[in-house]
């Protein structure tokens, strides 16, 4: 069979079929419990949740904080438009982005879980006075966002929800908008009765494949985060593998496609409240596919990579010395969870020192930062080099105090 740059043709085919399955089934299942309690919330409480943290700025930071600690990337993610559409501000973002811990907490959380606690508490203090530093000199809603309004030409604030915030009389399915001119957008469902049940049908399909990638996920993490064979058939391996693939294609066509038909088209925008149970599912559904999505390429723009030219993040941390928090720290910089569960996983091994885990930690801005990226490129790229400001300060402070400590909190 040919071979890539030395690599066979059939690896790079399984790394693009393994990356398919277990961008579904160890991150986006476990997104989309998030997404959804989030969004439930949201439901009923009419959308007083949000109003309650946009009209109290000084907890905003604290709030998205606590939001970015959650396990995975949901929590984070659900802030994120809330900033585009003027919300939260900017020092609220990078508080969340930095106390993210992404999906690299479920392993670090089954495998070293006192190592997690100590590493995330770091995190979480540094990004609640990191946050408040950024709105308490004026970087963030000041001069940050002028300058990306004239640097990117987007609105950071535009996309306020009209009706007072509140969902359109009847559970309507056309989502209104404003841009930063104040004229309204819409993304309203094509009219197509077959294409509407078919996407309604993947939709309903797609919250099986999600339920199941839930329960493959968290039993994925409690035997310790094995290698899973790609496999089909009724035993564990092929359950996660039909539940990851099947996932991830009705995620693709959910947000390519099926969003036209059922509504939530315009993705990526926070919403205050919504009319149903219906609704609330549909939005968990349409936000998680989009970030499945970003998910599925990042896996991709990294396994390759690293297959084509055999780095080794892992070595070159261990080797590092000093240096080593500065390569978590840097690691962090990359969009997505896929190196930062690499890192997770060579720590559970004792490959890396505690306070690369810590660095990274603080760094890493998991999936949450895929949305930014998609809808205001310069402002995700701003608030990504802001979280790895505290994450090198405390990764180095880390190893200075206490020295690498080398499997520290491994079970």
């Given at each position: 069979m040919a071979d890539v740059l030395g690599v066979p043709l059939s690896q790079l085919t399984e790394i693009f079929v393994a990356s398919v399955r277990d961008g579904f089934v160890q991150v986006s299942a476990f997104v989309a419990v998030t997404v959804l309690l989030f969004s439930y919330v949201q439901y009923r409480t009419d959308g007083k949740l949000?109003?309650?943290?946009?009209?109290?700025?000084?907890?905003?930071?604290?709030?998205?904080?606590?939001?970015?600690?959650?396990?995975?990337?949901?929590?984070?993610?659900?802030?994120?438009?809330l900033y585009l559409?003027?919300?939260?501000?900017?020092?609220?973002?990078?508080?969340?982005?930095?106390?993210?811990?992404?999906?690299?907490?479920?392993?670090?959380?089954?495998?070293?879980?006192?190592?997690?606690?100590?590493?995330?508490?770091?995190?979480?203090?540094?990004?609640?006075?990191?946050?408040?530093?950024?709105?308490?000199?004026?970087?963030?809603?000041?001069?940050?966002?002028?300058?990306?309004?004239?640097?990117?030409?987007?609105?950071?604030?535009?996309?306020?929800?009209?009706?007072?915030?509140?969902?359109?009389?009847?559970?309507?399915?056309?989502?209104?908008?404003?841009?930063?001119?104040?004229?309204?957008?819409?993304?309203?469902?094509?009219?197509?009765?077959?294409?509407?049940?078919?996407s309604e049908g993947a939709l309903a399909l797609w919250w099986v494949a999600a339920a199941v990638g839930l329960v493959a996920g968290v039993l994925y993490l409690l035997r310790g985060a094995p290698e899973v064979a790609?496999?089909?058939?009724?035993?564990?391996?092929?359950?996660?593998?039909?539940?990851?693939?099947?996932?991830?294609?009705?995620?693709?066509?959910?947000?390519?496609?099926?969003?036209?038909?059922?509504?939530?088209?315009?993705?990526?925008h926070g919403r205050d409240t919504f009319a149903s149970l219906r609704e609330t599912f549909t939005h968990a559904a349409m936000e998680t596919s989009f970030v499945t999505v970003w998910v599925i390429v990042a896996y991709l723009l990294y396994e390759y990579p690293v297959a084509l030219f055999s780095i080794d993040i892992a070595a070159i941390a261990a080797a590092a010395g000093i240096l080593a928090p500065i390569a978590g720290a840097v690691v962090g910089l990359i969009p997505g969870c896929g190196p930062q569960i690499v890192l997770a996983t060579a720590y559970a091994e004792g490959a890396i020192p505690f306070s690369t885990l810590t660095a990274n930690a603080i760094s890493q801005d998991g999936d949450a930062l895929f949305p930014l990226i998609a809808i205001d490129k310069t402002a995700a790229v701003v608030a990504s080099i802001y979280t790895t400001v505290p994450a090198l300060v405390v990764g180095v402070a880390v190893h200075l105090t206490v020295g690498p400590l080398f499997g520290f909190g491994v079970l």
């Open positions: 949000i109003r309650w943290l946009e009209e109290r700025e000084r907890a905003q930071p604290l709030v998205g904080a606590l939001m970015g600690l959650t396990p995975g990337c949901g929590g984070a993610i659900v802030m994120m438009p559409r003027g919300t939260v501000s900017f020092g609220t973002v990078v508080a969340t982005l930095a106390a993210t811990a992404g999906d690299s907490a479920f392993v670090i959380l089954a495998l070293a879980p006192e190592a997690a606690l100590y590493a995330y508490l770091l995190a979480f203090a540094s990004a609640v006075l990191f946050g408040y530093a950024i709105d308490g000199f004026g970087l963030g809603v000041g001069r940050v966002d002028r300058a990306v309004r004239r640097i990117g030409g987007v609105a950071t604030d535009g996309g306020v929800v009209q009706n007072g915030g509140l969902a359109a009389p009847g559970g309507s399915h056309v989502h209104h908008y404003e841009d930063e001119t104040g004229h309204e957008l819409e993304a309203p469902t094509r009219d197509s009765p077959v294409m509407r049940r078919l790609i496999e089909l058939g009724v035993s564990y391996a092929g359950v996660f593998t039909v539940a990851g693939i099947t996932g991830t294609a009705l995620s693709f066509y959910l947000y390519l496609v099926g969003r036209r038909y059922v509504g939530h088209g315009h993705v990526g």
